[in-house]
Nanobody, 123 residues
Framework: QVRLVESGGGLVQAGGSLRLSCAASGRTFNIYAVGWFRQAPGKEREFVATITWVGGTAYYADSVKGRFTISRDNAKNTVYLQMNSLKPEDTAVYRC????????????????WGQGTQVTVSS
């Protein structure tokens, strides 16, 4: 099993920045990609970005492209989500997740999930 722990959420004004971290432990050799998803109250869970564990190839949702950057540090077993130019509509609980087969935006392909971290963007 892979264990994932997020950190770095908080309250920020619109236009500000936050960096989320996702620390992985356990059977990390099984990881193919790590993704970030978010869910706002009353809304569906939404794909944000994903990155392949070995090659570092990144994929983004159109809603965050150009504002968010996903990266990883394999030595630290950690994936980051740098969020710039934040908007009130980015407010959500952000969760990271790992999957073993290929980068995808479908949450159903991800089999290990962190507990989530709250991001609140005030207008």
């Amino acid at each position: 099993q892979v264990r994932l722990v997020e950190s770095g959420g908080g309250l920020v004004q619109a236009g500000g920045s936050l960096r989320l971290s996702c620390a992985a432990s356990g059977r990390t050799f099984n990881i193919y990609a790590v993704g970030w998803f978010r869910q706002a109250p009353g809304k569906e869970r939404e794909f944000v970005a994903t990155i392949t564990w070995v090659g570092g190839t990144a994929y983004y949702a159109d809603s965050v492209k150009g504002r968010f950057t996903i990266s990883r540090d394999n030595a630290k077993n950690t994936v980051y989500l740098q969020m710039n130019s934040l908007k009130p509509e980015d407010t959500a609980v952000y969760r990271c997740a790992s999957e073993r087969h290929g980068p995808t935006d479908s949450p159903y392909a991800y089999d290990s999930w962190g507990q989530g971290t709250q991001v609140t963007v005030s207008s």
